[in-house]
């Protein structure tokens, strides 16, 4: 009795395993799936006979009407083309999804950061031990969390030069951004803080 080719695996096979393993079982079954397939119409006396005649058809094709077979020849290059490109976008998309663990999206993070403020990594650590890796205004550690990851301190720098001041919390920074840097401003909210409204 011959057996029915499986083109993927059952649900029942991919119940319990994971996203990845689930994907590489799936790639498993197809390629087992064509394979099989070629030797089951190798086998086939009726599809080795409508092979010979589809070859003998494109054979007379191509004798008639040259510019015809040119035509569709190319059509077929454009089409293994457009399946590579989509084969490339596939592995992109594979590459992208790598990049999404939490240390890698970290380790992206601060190589964006380093670059962005023209720092090296011994500079910044260095910030970090002067510091106690805490902010410079709250004197306390970064609470925001990302990822389910607690966040590295802000790099704090000047606006008009660009150069680095010191690391502070996401709060103190943002609220550095709203005063604009600006010390009087910054005086006049100490003064208004200051102020007894009893």
Same mark, same amino acid.
């Given at each position: 009795?011959?057996?029915?080719?499986?083109?993927?695996?059952?649900?029942?096979?991919?119940?319990?395993?994971?996203?990845?393993?689930?994907?590489?079982?799936?790639?498993?079954?197809? *390629?087992?799936?064509?394979?099989?397939?070629?030797?089951?119409?190798?086998?086939?006396?009726?599809?080795? =006979?409508?092979?010979?005649?589809?070859?003998?058809?494109?054979?007379?094709?191509?004798?008639?009407?040259?510019?015809?077979?040119?035509?569709?020849?190319?059509?077929?290059?454009?089409?293994?083309?457009? *399946?590579?490109?989509?084969?490339?976008?596939?592995?992109?998309?594979?590459?992208?999804?790598?990049?999404?663990?939490?240390?890698?999206?970290?380790?992206?993070?601060?190589?964006? *950061?380093?670059?962005?403020?023209?720092?090296?990594?011994?500079?910044?650590?260095?910030?970090?031990?002067?510091?106690?890796?805490?902010?410079?205004?709250?004197?306390?550690?970064?609470?925001?969390?990302?990822?389910?990851?607690?966040?590295?301190?802000?790099?704090?720098?000047?606006?008009?030069?660009?150069?680095?001041?010191?690391?502070?919390?996401?709060?103190?920074?943002?609220?550095?951004?709203?005063?604009?840097?600006?010390?009087?401003?910054?005086?006049?909210?100490?003064?208004?803080? =200051?102020?007894?409204?009893?």
């Amino acid at each position: 009795m011959q057996t029915k080719l499986q083109a993927r695996p059952t649900e029942h096979e991919l119940k319990g395993l994971t996203s990845d393993e689930q994907k590489e079982l799936i790639s498993r079954y197809r *390629r087992d799936y064509q394979r099989r397939w070629r030797e089951e119409r190798h086998k086939n006396p009726k599809l080795q =006979a409508l092979d010979k005649a589809l070859d003998l058809l494109r054979y007379n094709k191509k004798m008639k009407d040259p510019e015809g077979y040119k035509k569709i020849q190319e059509s077929r290059l454009k089409s293994d083309a457009k *399946r590579d490109k989509v084969q490339r976008s596939a592995e992109r998309l594979v590459r992208y999804h790598e990049t999404k663990t939490p240390e890698k999206q970290k380790e992206i993070s601060r190589k964006s *950061r380093l670059k962005k403020y023209n720092l090296t990594g011994e500079e910044l650590d260095a910030l970090k031990v002067k510091q106690n890796n805490k902010c410079a205004i709250c004197g306390k550690e970064e609470t925001l969390v990302k990822r389910e990851q607690v966040c590295e301190l802000s790099i704090d720098h000047d606006h008009k030069t660009g150069k680095e001041r010191g690391l502070l919390c996401n709060n103190y920074n943002r609220a550095m951004g709203m005063f604009g840097d600006d010390k009087k401003i910054l005086s006049k909210a100490v003064e208004y803080l =200051a102020e007894d409204r009893e």
